[in-house]
């Protein structure tokens, strides 16, 4: 593990993150900070470089600057070291294992990686995982009466969450969320909200990337806006609802075509509270 930095309050502490692919910056001297037990937002248009800031996080990416997690400096340790010193993370794809059921899937999630796990399978062979914390995952989203089933059985809120229950399966003590509303309709979204209001209430940190503002606005404590792979904003959801910055690079798109973005993805209506509008992005 790296050197300790006292940080007080702050569980995620990243300082001037930038990844570059080729000449583009898809992060560009991006400082974010989570604190312990909150659960922060992260927006912005398509393409602005919210995956890639989950990816830079989680160690599945090179970058620059630096990554702190509750006080330790982690910005030199692979992906999987990242995920032993707590980070968890989902994907923008939902990636369940749909011949395995909810219960097996969180299993496997729990499974821990590494070389010593390798040496310890030598001379005892047995999976080291800690089935009461995957039952706590499953508890804390509410799941646990669909343990037995598989994923294709379940409504899409139900499979979103159990990607948040396999992620919390490790006992992180942060996880970075990756769209995890999308394609949910307003009551699932509803309920997305309080499962993680739930997890934050369990004292963990939350990192919530998603174009849903009615999930944002409403259940994150502070919001950070990304254009271009910088931070153009951050606040509490009412400050950034009425940055004209962010309703210039963001939320003005709900009732217009977005801006064109480096990739050509496609830009979505954003759905804001209020609005009426129930579109996001893939
Ligand atoms: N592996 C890669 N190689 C090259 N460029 C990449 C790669 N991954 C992402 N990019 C580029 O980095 C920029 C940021 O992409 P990213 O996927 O992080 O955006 P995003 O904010 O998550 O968008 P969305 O809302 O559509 O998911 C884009 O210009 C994208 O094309
Ligand atoms: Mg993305």
């Not at 749909?98 to 047995?126: I, K, M, S």
């Not at 174009?211 to 606005?217: C, F, S």
Request: glycine share 14%; with cysteine.
């Amino acid at each position: 593990m790296g050197e300790a930095v006292a940080s007080g309050n702050v569980l995620l502490d990243a300082r001037e993150l930038t990844v570059r692919f080729g000449g583009v910056r898809a992060v560009d001297a991006l400082s974010l900070q989570v604190p312990a037990a909150g659960l922060v937002g992260l927006i912005g248009p398509n393409g602005a470089g919210k995956t890639t800031t989950i990816d830079a996080l989680s160690g599945f990416v090179p970058h620059d600057g630096r990554v702190l997690l509750d006080g330790a400096d982690l910005t030199h340790l692979p992906a999987h070291a990242r995920a032993s010193a707590g980070f968890a993370r989902t994907f923008q794809s939902l990636e369940l294992f749909d011949d395995l059921t909810v219960l097996e899937n969180c299993l496997v999630a729990a499974e821990q990686p590494g070389f010593l796990a390798t040496a310890a399978d030598a001379v005892r062979p047995g999976r080291r995982v800690d089935v009461d914390a995957v039952w706590w995952a499953l508890g804390v989203v509410g799941l646990e009466a669909e343990a037995g089933r598989y994923p294709l059985e379940l409504p899409l809120g139900l499979r979103k969450l159990v990607a948040v229950a396999r992620a919390l399966a490790g006992q992180p003590k942060l996880v970075l969320l990756d769209e995890p509303a999308a394609g949910l309709d307003s009551g699932e979204s509803l309920v997305l909200g309080q499962r993680l209001r739930d997890v934050v209430g369990h004292g963990i940190g939350v990192l919530l990337v998603d174009h849903d503002m009615g999930l944002v606005l409403g259940t994150c404590d502070r919001v950070y806006v990304l254009d271009f792979g910088r931070v153009i904003a951050s606040g509490t959801p009412l400050e950034i609802r009425n940055d004209p910055s962010v309703i210039d690079a963001y939320l003005g798109q709900t009732h217009g075509p977005g801006p064109t973005r480096p990739v050509g993805r496609s830009p979505g209506p954003v759905a804001v509270p209020g609005d009426g509008a129930g579109g996001r992005t893939p």
